[in-house]
């Protein structure tokens, strides 16, 4: 396959539904971190995410609702985190250790760790569950704009380990095909955010690469970093900006975080996410540093 080099856009996209406008291009991508040379800043509410480069800023009209699946329970799906900001869903993560969350850094854009705290064992965000602070966030160092999007949380303390919670081991299988579930708080069309469950094909193919339109999540397929997420035939399925983090599992194994989407929350349309294996070397240097 060949490379392909995304250049610098140098915009900012504000993805709030409650701020219309922003060009055809801007709506295309829920997930877009301005590729600049500076650091984005980013902004955010309940209901989206305003980016800024420091110039410029533009709005876009999105739908917020995660389409498809069905209710799902944490007795299910011990490993679950929401991922909150000012106590305002964000994102969803996995436990894989006692202090630690794994995530995509597309659900982390506020640059103040101290904003975010996790809820565990909660079958609906801000339901009866447990919190925890926050004490780091370690994104990728190589995260910028949509590759090498993954990222750690560690906590103040020790997760407290129930029938509710449980950490889910790392794929220890590099698979460039799997069907897996993706499990996720993200708002639903149901206007609620209680965990749902949906099944979907992970691919990493020459297929894959030409279904998706943007030359940078073209190259995260094409770099091994991820994979594109398909409905099973005749479902329909979707994703938007707070089902970020969302794990893809398989036989009790983590092959998969949703990163990002290209279409405005609509469905069947092109998705990525983050392909946990290639990461595992990262994941245990940090951990372990």
């Not at 020459?206 to 940078?216: G, S």
Request: one cysteine or more; hydrophobic letters at 35%.
């Amino acid at each position: 396959m060949r490379r392909i080099t995304a250049q610098p856009s140098g915009r900012a996209v504000d993805l709030s539904p409650n701020n219309p406008g922003g060009s055809a291009t801007d709506r295309k991508l829920p997930y877009r971190k301005v590729p600049c040379k500076a650091t984005a800043l980013a902004h955010g509410s309940p209901n989206g995410i305003v980016f800024h480069d420091g110039e410029t800023s533009h709005s876009v009209q999105a739908q917020e609702r995660q389409i498809g699946g069905k209710d799902a329970s944490t007795l299910s799906y011990p490993f679950m985190v929401a991922i909150a900001a000012a106590r305002k869903l964000v994102g969803n993560g996995a436990i894989i250790e006692s202090r630690w969350v794994l995530t995509t850094a597309s659900a982390l854009q506020f640059t103040q760790d101290a904003l975010y705290d996790v809820q565990v064992g909660a079958d609906t965000f801000n339901g009866a569950g447990y919190w925890y602070e926050i004490l780091r966030i370690y994104r990728h160092p190589e995260y910028i704009g949509w590759d090498h999007n993954i990222a750690l949380i560690k906590l103040k303390g020790h997760i407290k380990y129930t029938d509710t919670v449980q950490p889910i081991d790392l794929a220890v299988e590099d698979k460039d095909s799997l069907e897996a579930i993706m499990v996720s708080y993200g708002f639903n069309e149901d206007g609620t955010s209680h965990l749902r469950e949906a099944t979907y094909t992970l691919t990493a193919d020459d297929d894959c690469v030409n279904f998706l339109r943007e030359d940078v999540a073209k190259q995260m397929i094409i770099d091994q970093q991820g994979y594109c997420v398909f409905p099973l035939p005749g479902n329909t399925q979707g994703q938007w900006y707070n089902d970020a983090g969302a794990p893809l599992v398989a036989n009790e194994q983590l092959h998969g975080l949703f990163a990002f989407a290209e279409h405005e929350g609509g469905a069947n349309h092109g998705s990525v996410a983050t392909r946990v294996f290639k990461f595992t070397t990262w994941i245990q240097n940090t951990i372990g540093s």
